[in-house]
């Protein structure tokens, strides 16, 4: 698709922007769309994406079901994408945890997040994928601001002390002051600069699906903790939920080829009856799962966010909300480096990003590592460990909110999008 905006462009075809996203799913899209509303006037982006984006050429379908926090809903608000998403939002009214073996007869509830959670507004709504991603393309076509180059990627970049020029799969050139690297786990990008990562694959699988139910949830999340793995049930609008299932790697992957009465079977073992009787709505589809932290969030004149960055378990759905804080703490960097007329590709504006976000995000990954390693397995004395503590947090309401706003995005350094806040 050729750029629709006003760029400079050189006597050698290169079109000059003052940044270039390579990557335009949740991160790298939502960047675009915060630096084309909220950069000073005139701030253009050049967007990269290898989907195709013409009519009929729709992104592969994602049946995922992502829990969003309150802070990514106020960045998302900020850009003016949540009034498009509020009606398709399921918020979180209530947390159950529950720690047993698969055959167990009952799953006794552990821990709970219920008074915590009534205190205010919600703290993490559920949006499906699909959902998202229409509205950060919807808003990108409409976007003066955003150049959209798709399908296209980058295929090679070189950088000198005033900027970057990266050269296109489609023969194009373009040039900025910066380049953002949102292109995913397996970032080429991240590759091209020489970053390596600290990486290891789960040996499990995460199987997502759309489940319909009899019952109503009333806004309740459920993690039930089996050995293999986390079986969360996350309420979705309607009388329906999505699971995040995962399981030990053959299993799972002996579930996602056999017949649909085997996995509505070994689905319904673990969802259980209280929502009444189930059916799945839409495809099942597995995910790999891996954890990994690029052993640097920046190169010469380049800043990984989104999973080009870090890659989590999916156990506590805090993947793309760790992501969206990359998102609003690189655009309150690059907006405030503008207003003081300085290089938002220079080593010092990037190096600010870095300390923001490099140990928050490492932190935060190695918390879901712990949790999966500690609660995914069949240990007796582990388990009678793990739920000696739940069942004290349970008992603290004081850490149980604290936990919720962790989970809500609260705590720490929060940029100020992520606050509501304007820059
Ligand atoms: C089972 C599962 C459940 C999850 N649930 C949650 C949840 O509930 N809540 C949550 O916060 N997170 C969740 N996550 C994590 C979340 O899905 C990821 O963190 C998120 O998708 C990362 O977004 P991204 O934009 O960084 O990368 P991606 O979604 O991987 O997007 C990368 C983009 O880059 C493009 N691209 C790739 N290569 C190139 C290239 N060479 N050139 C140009 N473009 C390229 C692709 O087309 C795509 O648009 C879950 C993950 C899994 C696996």
Known sequence: MAAT???KTGGDGTAQYDVIVAGGGFAGGTLAL????????GFSVALVDAAPREAGADRPPDARGLALSAATKSLLEA?????????????????????????ASLRPHFLGFDEEMKAGAPEAYLVEAGHLLHAIDAAIAKETAIALFAPDSVEAYETDAFGVCAKLASGKTLQAPLLVAADGKRSRLREQAGIKCIAWSYPQLGIVA???????HHGMAVQHFLPAGPFA?????????????????ARGQALMTGSEEAFASALTRRFGHRLGAIALEGPRQSFPLEFQIARSFIGDRLALIGDAAHAVHPLAGQGLNIGMRDVAALTETIVETLRLGLDIGSGVTLERYQRWRRFDSAFSATVMDGLNRLFSNDSVPLRAIRDLGLGLVDRAPGLKRFLVRE????????PRLLKGEGL
């Open 210 to 216: 759309t489940v319909a139910h009899e019952r109503p």
């Open 79 to 103: 850009i003016g994408l949540w009034s498009v998403l509020a009606a398709k939002a399921q918020p979180i009214c209530s947390i159950e945890i529950t720690d047993s073996p698969l055959n």
């Open 34 to 41: 915060a630096l084309a509303k909220l950069a000073p006037k």
């Open 233 to 249: 049930i996350l309420p979705l609008t309607g009388n329906r939920s999505s699971i995040v299932w995962t399981e030990e790697k």
């Open 407 to 414: 989970a809500a995005g609260a705590t720490g350094d929060v």
């Open 5 to 7: 905006l006003k760029s």
